[in-house]
Nanobody
Framework: QVQLVESGGGLVQTGDSLRLSCTAS????????MAWFRQAPGKEREFVAS????????EYADSVKGRFTISRNNAKNMAYLQMDNLEVEDTARYYC?????????????????WGQGTQVTVSS
């Protein structure tokens, strides 16, 4: 059973950057697509970014494209989300997710393993 733990969240101002990390244990994520989702208060969980098992392809929500970068290090069993030029609208709890398949999707139902999330708050 894979366990995921997110870290790196915090309180920042608009225009700042944060790097979220997702550490996997209890199993390898080397052959799993990985993704980040987020959920703001009163809103549904939404897709942010995903990455193939190999790291060869990524996908982003339109709202974060050009500002966020997803990456992974299979040797370290970790995934990352670099968030630049943060906006107030990015305020949410961010969740790391691991798929049982290689390629992932934008649908949360595709992901079998989830972390507890890390809070990102962006103030103006």
């Amino acid at each position: 059973q894979v366990q995921l733990v997110e870290s790196g969240g915090g309180l920042v101002q608009t225009g700042d950057s944060l790097r979220l990390s997702c550490t996997a244990s209890g199993g390898t994520i080397s052959y799993s697509a990985m993704a980040w989702f987020r959920q703001a208060p009163g809103k549904e969980r939404e897709f942010v970014a995903s990455i193939f098992w190999s790291g060869s392809s990524t996908e982003y929500a339109d709202s974060v494209k050009g500002r966020f970068t997803i990456s992974r290090n299979n040797a370290k069993n970790m995934a990352y989300l670099q968030m630049d030029n943060l906006e107030v609208e990015d305020t949410a709890r961010y969740y790391c997710a691991a798929d049982t398949g290689l390629y992932g999707s934008r649908q949360s139902q595709s992901y079998a393993y989830w972390g507890q999330g890390t809070q990102v708050t962006v103030s103006s």
